[in-house]
């Protein structure tokens, strides 16, 4: 099966400073890929939408200036979170789709905590 | 909006028994895919089972099966001779085209020894 990975797992960073979260498909292609975040006991929320090549497509309510988005290869796309605060801190996780049978596949997600 | 509804926060059930989770949802597109995904305390997503929305079988995947309800908008998944290892939060999805998934809220499943 098709391969995502996530780096880091897990990342701890003092209030204000900006942290970039990579996502990469392994054994495929991924033309489009997806970043949510999961709170605690929660479901998964669409952040982002980003095709290779274009600028992402924001989920209402997400600022875009706050979560950068760069999807420049079709095997890599990144989330930086400028400016961390605590209230940032949750689990976010990736997800790519390409070949065409209409599957996500899911990294392993990162824990951020902002101190 | 085109949600998923999941009517069942939490669930338990026997090991070696049965167990159906529930999820309804709303679209207005013909053609979508449907996906039951397990979240274990590792927080990694697992595709359990998936169902084309235009196969009218039921999608089954081992002790995983699904009752398809297209008209009702019914994806219920049954999970047979449950396992300590189904323990799990349980995500309903949607999926149209190269849309994203819309998740449910989730149920959270525990099977008990």
């Known amino acids: 099966g098709a391969v995502v990975s996530q780096h880091p797992s897990r990342v701890i960073c003092k209030s204000g400073t900006s942290v970039k979260i990579e996502c990469r498909s392994l054994d495929f292609q991924a033309t489009t890929m997806f970043w949510y975040r999961q709170f605690p006991k929660q479901s998964l929320m669409l952040m982002a939408t980003?095709?290779?090549?274009?600028?992402?497509?924001?989920e209402q309510g997400v600022e875009k200036d706050k979560f950068l988005i760069n999807h420049a290869s079709l095997t890599l796309s990144t989330l930086t979170v400028t400016s961390a605060h605590p209230e940032d801190s949750s689990f976010y996780i990736c997800?790519?789709?390409?070949?065409?049978?209409?599957?996500?596949?899911f990294g392993p997600g990162t824990r951020l905590t902002v101190l | 909006a085109q949600t998923v509804t999941q009517s069942q926060p939490e669930m338990s059930v026997q090991e070696a028994e049965t167990v159906t989770l529930s999820c309804t949802y709303d679209?207005?597109?013909?053609?979508?895919?449907l996906f039951w995904y397990k979240q274990p305390p590792s927080r990694q997503m697992i595709l359990v089972i998936r169902q084309e929305a235009y196969k009218q079988q039921n999608a089954t995947e081992n002790r995983f099966s699904v009752n398809f309800q297209k008209a009702a908008k019914s994806f219920s998944l049954k999970i047979s001779d449950s396992q300590l290892g189904d323990t799990a939060m349980y995500f309903c999805a949607r999926r149209s085209g190269n849309t994203p998934l819309v998740f449910g809220k989730g149920t959270r499943l525990s099977v008990i020894a």
């Open positions: 679209t207005s597109e013909s053609n979508y895919y």
């Open positions: 997800s790519a789709s390409g070949g065409g049978n209409n599957e996500q596949f």
């Open positions: 980003s095709n290779e090549g274009s600028k992402a497509t924001y």
